[in-house]
C-alpha cells in the first residue's frame, strides 16, 4: 500500500504559481456564481458561467490544490500569505470568505477533478448563509472542503446518573482493585436493558475509559483500564460505536476507540456504509475507513456484491486508501454493464495511477460514458505512451461530442506537446470559425506545451 502519511515535497515556485491560478479561478467561478441574473439576459449569465468554469477546469489539469486557513492566514500548499500580502487579492478573499462562511479550514482539489465537481464545489461556496447542516464535511471524487473540528466536550449530561457516577468513581480510584470494581459496574451497566441499547451511554463509557487511560500516563490502575478497555471491545459494543459514529459529538475521541478495535471496526464501518440510508451516514462512514487505513480484503470482496451501490463504495475506498494492489480487481469494471460502475472504477483507478491501471483507463476512449472517456483522456496525458497516445487522442478529438471531454483531450495534448499535438492546437487557434470555447482551450494548451514562444509559434 502506498504511505498515506509520507511528508509531501516542499511545493517549487512554478507548483505555488498554478495552484494559485487554480484557486483564483475558483474564486472568479463563486463571483460569477453570486451576481444577480437580469431577468431579460439568462442566457449571457450561464455563458459567463460556463467561461469562468472553464478557466477553473483548465487551471485544474495544471495543478491540484491544497488551501488551508491557519492561525489567520492563508496557506497555499506549504506557502503561507498574511492578509497583506500583494498575492492576496479579490479573487482569492472571494474563495476564502466562501470557505470562512462553511466554517471550512482546507480545501484539497484534485487534479482530476471534473467540470461538474469544480461547478459543485462553487455552487456551495456561493450560496448566502450555510445552515449549520451545510457547515461540515462536503467531498465528491476529487474535491473535499473539511471544516473545523466539532469541540470535544467534557461531560455528557444527557448520560443517566448512574453512569455519570460509575465514571466519577472511576476518576476518583487509585488502586488496580478500585479499578477492576468500577470497571465491572460499567459492564454489568452495558449488559443491562435498556442502557446496553443506548448508544450514547456505550459511547459515553467506552470514551470514560480511554480517556481515563490516557490520562493516567503510567500511574496506577492503568493496567486494569487496558483490560477493561480490551473487555469492552466486544463485536456487540463496536458495532453500537459505529452506529453512534455519523450522529457523535465526539468524533475525534471516538476515532481512536475503534481503531483500538482493529478489525472489527472495520467491518462494522463497511457493513454500515452498505446499508446507510442518509449522505451523513455514507460520509462518516467513508471517511472513518480511510482513517483506519484498514479492511481492504472485505473492500475487495465487496467489489463482487450484487448491489451496485456497495461496489461503488468499496471501488471508491480502495482508490481513497490507495490500495495498490487492487487495480487488477478494480479493471474489471471498466467493462461493466453498469455505466456507474464503470465510472467508479475508472475514478480509483485514476487515483492509484499504477502502469496496470493507466494503460486500462487509456483503451476506454470510446466508452459510451462521457467521463470514463474524459478519464481515459487524462490518463494518457498521466502516462503517456508516445506516439501511440497522440495518435489516440487525436483520432478521438476529431469525433468526440462532448465539450468536456474535448477540453480535456486539448489539456493533454498540451501536456504531451509533441509537434502532432501542437500543430493540431494551432490548427484550432488559427480557425476563426472555432467556437470561443474551443480556441481558449487551444491556446491554453499551447501554453502548456510552449510557454512564452506561443505567440512567436502563432505568428509564425
Given at each position: 500500500?502506498?504511505?498515506?502519511?509520507s511528508v509531501?515535497?516542499?511545493?517549487?515556485?512554478?507548483?505555488?504559481?498554478e495552484?494559485?491560478?487554480?484557486?483564483?479561478?475558483?474564486?472568479?467561478?463563486?463571483?460569477?456564481?453570486?451576481?444577480?441574473?437580469?431577468?431579460?439576459s439568462?442566457?449571457?449569465?450561464?455563458?459567463?458561467?460556463?467561461?469562468?468554469?472553464?478557466?477553473?477546469?483548465?487551471?485544474?489539469?495544471r495543478?491540484?490544490?491544497?488551501?488551508?486557513?491557519?492561525?489567520?492566514?492563508?496557506?497555499?500548499?506549504?506557502?503561507?500569505?498574511?492578509?497583506?500580502?500583494p498575492?492576496?487579492?479579490e479573487?482569492?478573499?472571494?474563495?476564502?470568505?466562501?470557505?470562512?462562511?462553511?466554517?471550512?479550514?482546507?480545501?484539497?482539489?484534485?487534479?482530476a477533478?471534473s467540470?461538474?465537481?469544480?461547478?459543485?464545489?462553487?455552487?456551495?461556496?456561493?450560496?448566502?448563509?450555510?445552515?449549520?447542516?451545510?457547515?461540515?464535511?462536503?467531498?465528491?471524487?476529487?474535491?473535499?472542503?473539511?471544516?473545523?473540528?466539532?469541540?470535544?466536550?467534557?461531560?455528557?449530561?444527557?448520560?443517566?446518573?448512574?453512569?455519570?457516577?460509575?465514571?466519577?468513581?472511576?476518576?476518583?480510584?487509585?488502586?488496580?482493585?478500585?479499578?477492576?470494581?468500577?470497571?465491572?459496574?460499567?459492564?454489568q451497566?452495558?449488559?443491562?436493558?435498556?442502557?446496553?441499547?443506548?448508544?450514547?451511554?456505550?459511547?459515553?463509557?467506552?470514551?470514560?475509559?480511554?480517556?481515563?487511560?490516557?490520562?493516567?500516563?503510567?500511574?496506577?490502575g492503568?493496567?486494569?483500564?487496558?483490560?477493561?478497555?480490551?473487555?469492552?471491545?466486544?463485536p456487540p459494543i463496536?458495532?453500537?460505536?459505529?452506529?453512534?459514529?455519523?450522529?457523535s459529538?465526539?468524533?475525534?475521541?471516538?476515532?481512536?476507540v475503534?481503531a483500538?478495535?482493529g478489525?472489527?471496526?472495520?467491518?462494522?464501518?463497511?457493513?454500515?456504509?452498505?446499508?446507510?440510508?442518509s449522505?451523513?451516514?455514507?460520509?462518516?462512514?467513508?471517511?472513518?475507513?480511510?482513517?483506519?487505513?484498514?479492511?481492504?480484503?472485505?473492500?475487495?470482496?465487496?467489489?463482487?456484491?450484487?448491489?451496485?451501490?456497495?461496489?461503488?463504495?468499496?471501488?471508491?475506498?480502495?482508490?481513497?486508501?490507495?490500495?495498490?494492489?487492487?487495480?487488477?480487481?478494480?479493471?474489471?469494471?471498466?467493462?461493466?454493464?453498469?455505466?456507474?460502475?464503470?465510472?467508479?472504477?475508472?475514478?480509483?483507478?485514476?487515483?492509484?495511477?499504477?502502469?496496470?491501471?493507466m494503460?486500462?483507463?487509456?483503451?476506454c476512449?470510446?466508452?459510451?460514458?462521457?467521463?470514463?472517456?474524459?478519464?481515459?483522456?487524462s490518463?494518457?496525458?498521466?502516462?503517456?505512451?508516445?506516439?501511440p497516445?497522440?495518435i489516440?487522442?487525436?483520432?478521438?478529438?476529431?469525433?468526440?461530442?462532448?465539450?468536456?471531454?474535448?477540453?480535456?483531450?486539448?489539456?493533454?495534448?498540451?501536456?504531451?506537446?509533441s509537434?502532432?499535438?501542437v500543430?493540431?492546437?494551432?490548427?484550432?487557434?488559427?480557425?476563426?470559425?472555432?467556437?470561443d470555447?474551443?480556441?481558449?482551450?487551444?491556446?491554453?494548451?499551447?501554453?502548456?506545451?510552449r510557454?512564452?514562444?506561443?505567440?512567436?509559434?502563432?505568428?509564425?
Open positions: 500500500m502506498l504511505a498515506k502519511n509531501a515535497p516542499p511545493m517549487t515556485a512554478d507548483h505555488f504559481d495552484a494559485l491560478i487554480l484557486a483564483r479561478a475558483l474564486g472568479r467561478l463563486v463571483t460569477v456564481l453570486r451576481e444577480t441574473v437580469e431577468p431579460d439568462p442566457a449571457a449569465q450561464r455563458e459567463k458561467v460556463r467561461r469562468a468554469l472553464r478557466f477553473a477546469v483548465a487551471a485544474a489539469r495543478s491540484p490544490l491544497e488551501l488551508r486557513l491557519a492561525d489567520g492566514l492563508l496557506h497555499v500548499g506549504d506557502r503561507a500569505l498574511a492578509p497583506d500580502s498575492l492576496r487579492d479573487l482569492l478573499d472571494t474563495l476564502v470568505d466562501g470557505l470562512s462562511a462553511h466554517g471550512s479550514l482546507v480545501l484539497d482539489v484534485r487534479r477533478a467540470p461538474g465537481e469544480l461547478l459543485a464545489l462553487a455552487q456551495l461556496l456561493a450560496a448566502d448563509a450555510p445552515t449549520q447542516a451545510d457547515r461540515s464535511a462536503w467531498r465528491s471524487w476529487s474535491v473535499r472542503i473539511t471544516p473545523e473540528s466539532v469541540p470535544t466536550v467534557a461531560d455528557t449530561p444527557a448520560l443517566p446518573e448512574a453512569v455519570q457516577d460509575a465514571l466519577l468513581r472511576l476518576r476518583g480510584a487509585r488502586t488496580g482493585a478500585l479499578v477492576d470494581g468500577v470497571l465491572a459496574d460499567m459492564l451497566l452495558l449488559a443491562t436493558p435498556p442502557w446496553r441499547d443506548d448508544l450514547m451511554v456505550v459511547e459515553g463509557i467506552a470514551l470514560g475509559l480511554v480517556l481515563e487511560a490516557r490520562r493516567r500516563g503510567s500511574r496506577a492503568r493496567l486494569a483500564l487496558e483490560s477493561g478497555v480490551r473487555q469492552l471491545l466486544t463496536v458495532q453500537s460505536l459505529v452506529r453512534q459514529l455519523p450522529k459529538q465526539r468524533r475525534d475521541d471516538l476515532m481512536p475503534l483500538r478495535a478489525d472489527l471496526s472495520v467491518h462494522a464501518l463497511v457493513q454500515l456504509l452498505q446499508d446507510a440510508e449522505l451523513t451516514e455514507r460520509r462518516a462512514c467513508f471517511d472513518a475507513i480511510v482513517a483506519l487505513d484498514a479492511g481492504e480484503e472485505a473492500l475487495r470482496e465487496a467489489l463482487a456484491d450484487p448491489r451496485w451501490y456497495v461496489v461503488r463504495n468499496a471501488a471508491a475506498l480502495l482508490g481513497e486508501m490507495g490500495v495498490v494492489e487492487a487495480d487488477v480487481h478494480l479493471i474489471p469494471l471498466l467493462s461493466h454493464d453498469d455505466e456507474r460502475l464503470r465510472i467508479a472504477g475508472a475514478r480509483a483507478l485514476t487515483r492509484l495511477a499504477t502502469p496496470t491501471a494503460t486500462a483507463l487509456q483503451g476512449l470510446s466508452d459510451p460514458a462521457a467521463e470514463l472517456r474524459r478519464l481515459a483522456a490518463a494518457h496525458g498521466a502516462r503517456s505512451q508516445g506516439k497516445s497522440t489516440a487522442l487525436l483520432a478521438a478529438l476529431d469525433t468526440e461530442p462532448d465539450e468536456d471531454v474535448v477540453l480535456e483531450i486539448l489539456s493533454v495534448l498540451g501536456t504531451l506537446g509537434p502532432e499535438c500543430q493540431r492546437l494551432v490548427r484550432i487557434m488559427r480557425d476563426e470559425s472555432a467556437p470555447w474551443l480556441r481558449e482551450a487551444a491556446y491554453q494548451g499551447l501554453l502548456a506545451a510557454g512564452d514562444a506561443v505567440q512567436k509559434l502563432l505568428e509564425s
